[in-house]
């Protein structure tokens, strides 16, 4: 049997609310793990006035050994600590929108999901009727996708671009 979780960082989250998918989401085939230290993030960006994350579904987990001084070193706390829960729980699959932090993931032998590619499954599995509209709103407020990507991705789910 495939393991379905997902461990997943604050970016996707809040760009996923900032573009009112995270209900889609919830509804994909995947259990979505945070670490403590991404939660952590989160509040502290609600208090400072950013995007409110709201997903009762999402799993938070502890961390059971500091992360090593190398990642910690290269990326911020919230990816550091979702590459190093992934390792600790021996899930496949992390969800990172941050390219340092995908360069690192796959390094470490992960596999890698990014905002864009949860919603191309939701589109796959029919739970979006499309995913442009998606991928116009994730532009619009800030996502830094390139138009190949977004042209891969959108043809990927069978789409006109």
């Known amino acids: 049997m495939a393991d379905n979780r997902i461990v997943v ?3 996707p989250l809040i760009l996923l609310a900032k573009v009112e ?5 919830a509804r994909l085939p995947h259990q979505f793990i945070a670490p ?4 952590d993030e989160l509040a502290a960006g609600l208090a400072l006035g950013y995007q409110a994350v709201d997903a009762p579904w999402l799993q938070v987990a502890e961390l059971k050994l ?3 001084a190398m990642i910690r070193a290269t990326l911020d706390d919230g990816e550091a600590a979702v590459i190093q829960l992934a390792l600790e729980q021996d899930i496949s699959a ?3 929108d941050d390219l340092r932090g995908r360069r690192l993931a796959k390094a470490v032998g992960l596999s890698v999901v990014g905002v864009l590619g ?3 499954k939701a589109k796959a599995l029919g739970l979006i009727p499309a995913l442009r509209p998606y ?3 994730l532009l619009a407020v800030g996502a830094r996708y390139s138009p190949e990507l977004v042209s891969r991705m959108i043809a990927g789910v069978d789409e006109l671009s």
């Open 118 to 120: 949860l919603l191309g």
């Open 9 to 11: 960082d604050s970016g």
């Open 135 to 137: 991928a116009d709103k």
């Open 21 to 25: 998918a995270l209900p889609i989401v």
């Open 66 to 68: 500091p992360v090593p």
């Open 36 to 39: 403590q230290n991404v939660m």
């Open 94 to 96: 992390v969800c990172l």
